[in-house]
């Protein structure tokens, strides 16, 4: 295979065809899930760290003691969508923990 830059009609070719496919919008949709999918599959495999569970949980204690205490909406619903990712992450650890 040669290294030389292509002739003149292939590299036109190429270009139409590298422009057809910029202009395809199915494929630009196809690609944009396929990334979102690769990063939904790299954040469910990382294992979370005990200092980052320990904080977590230390942060959702906090907002749970402030949200009976003041019954603040904005407070509860921080609880509401901290408190699972905590129990998430230390399962996820006892999991790592427990494995043979």
Same mark, same amino acid.
């Given at each position: 295979?040669?290294?030389?830059?292509l002739? &003149?009609?292939?590299q036109r +070719?190429l270009? &139409?065809m &590298?422009?057809?496919?910029?202009?395809?919008?199915?494929l630009?949709?196809?690609?944009?899930?396929?990334?979102?999918?690769?990063?939904v599959?790299?954040v469910l495999?990382?294992?979370?760290r005990?200092l980052? #569970?320990?904080?977590?949980?230390? #942060?959702?204690c906090?907002l749970? #003691?402030i949200? +009976?205490?003041t019954?603040?909406?904005?407070v %509860?619903?921080?609880?509401?969508?901290?408190?699972?990712?905590?129990? %998430?992450?230390?399962?996820?650890?006892l999991?790592?923990w427990?494995e043979?």
């Amino acid at each position: 295979m040669s290294t030389d830059r292509l002739p &003149e009609h292939e590299q036109r +070719i190429l270009d &139409e065809m &590298e422009a057809a496919l910029r202009n395809d919008r199915r494929l630009k949709t196809r690609m944009w899930f396929l990334r979102a999918r690769r990063r939904v599959r790299a954040v469910l495999t990382h294992t979370p760290r005990p200092l980052t #569970v320990a904080f977590f949980a230390t #942060v959702s204690c906090t907002l749970l #003691v402030i949200g +009976i205490r003041t019954s603040a909406p904005g407070v %509860i619903w921080a609880f509401a969508f901290l408190w699972p990712l905590t129990l %998430i992450g230390f399962l996820r650890l006892l999991c790592r923990w427990t494995e043979p």
